[in-house]
């Protein structure tokens, strides 16, 4: 009922700036939190950002002060503005969403994006 579409990542030199965008889109009720996740190869999915309904946001230490997360709850959209890109931040970036969705009734469902690739390379 709820898909996330992710865009926006690529190849990069480091120090360079992407911006992710990921939108749901479905038979949505509400959003609640969204949150921007990263997995590199050969280690575990770790948070990167994540930003409340509110706009009360945190951040893994590593990205601080070069990441920003924000979201557009209008549009069903997050983003993840990524500047003083370095080569560890090379990564499969993925969205995630607490979603309430309609189906009848209304329940409550944590989604996914498909991924983006982010590669930080000279």
């Known amino acids: 009922q709820v898909q996330l579409v992710e865009s926006g990542g690529g190849l990069v030199q480091p120090g360079g700036s992407l911006r992710l965008s990921c939108a749901a889109s479905?038979?949505?009720?509400?959003?609640?939190?969204m949150g921007w996740y990263r997995q590199a190869p050969g280690k575990q999915r770790e948070l990167v950002a994540r930003?409340?309904?509110?706009?009360?946001?945190n951040y893994a230490d590593s990205v601080k002060g070069r990441f920003t997360i924000s979201r557009d709850n209008a549009k069903n959209t997050v983003y993840l503005q990524m500047n003083s890109l370095k080569p560890e931040d090379t990564a499969v970036y993925f969205c995630?969403?607490?979603?309430?969705?309609?189906?009848?009734?209304?329940?409550?469902?944590?989604?996914w994006g498909q991924g983006t690739q982010v590669t930080v390379s000279s």
């Open positions: 995630n969403m607490g979603v309430t969705y309609l189906s009848g009734s209304a329940y409550y469902t944590d989604y």
């Open positions: 479905g038979s949505i009720f509400s959003i609640s939190a």
């Open positions: 930003i409340t309904r509110g706009g009360s946001t």
